[in-house]
Nanobody, 119 residues
């Protein structure tokens, strides 16, 4: 089964930027849609951005215009460029494969990477 390792989180001031990375194991990465999920403290995990295997992105309204999802299939890596960060973006970010029509996840959850937006 594909495994994911997220990295790139940290502490940033409001309005700042971070770039998250998700390294995937296995040979299926290039063929599956991928997504980033955000879990705020005390709340459920929610999908914030997803991308098809060919690179077409889709965003939740809360991050549209601020976040950019991308992927490098040759490196089995998914990215999330986070700009104009807000305190409500604080939380743990996870990546996973996703079935596009249903948003059902394809694999196991990794450890995630912590993002804290605070002055």
């Amino acid at each position: 089964q594909v495994q994911f390792v997220e990295s790139g989180g940290g502490l940033v001031q409001p309005g700042g930027s971070l770039r998250l990375s998700c390294a995937a194991s296995g040979s299926e990465f290039a063929r599956v849609a991928m997504a980033w999920y955000h879990q705020a403290p005390g709340k459920q995990r929610e999908l914030v951005a997803r991308i098809t295997s060919a690179g077409s992105p889709d965003y939740q309204d809360s991050v549209k215009g601020r976040f950019v999802i991308s992927r490098d299939n040759a490196k089995n890596t998914l990215y999330l460029q986070m700009n104009s960060l807000r305190p409500e973006d604080t939380g743990t970010y996870f990546c996973n494969g996703v079935y596009w029509a249903t948003n059902t996840i394809r694999g196991s959850w990794g450890q995630g990477t912590q993002v804290t937006v605070s002055s």
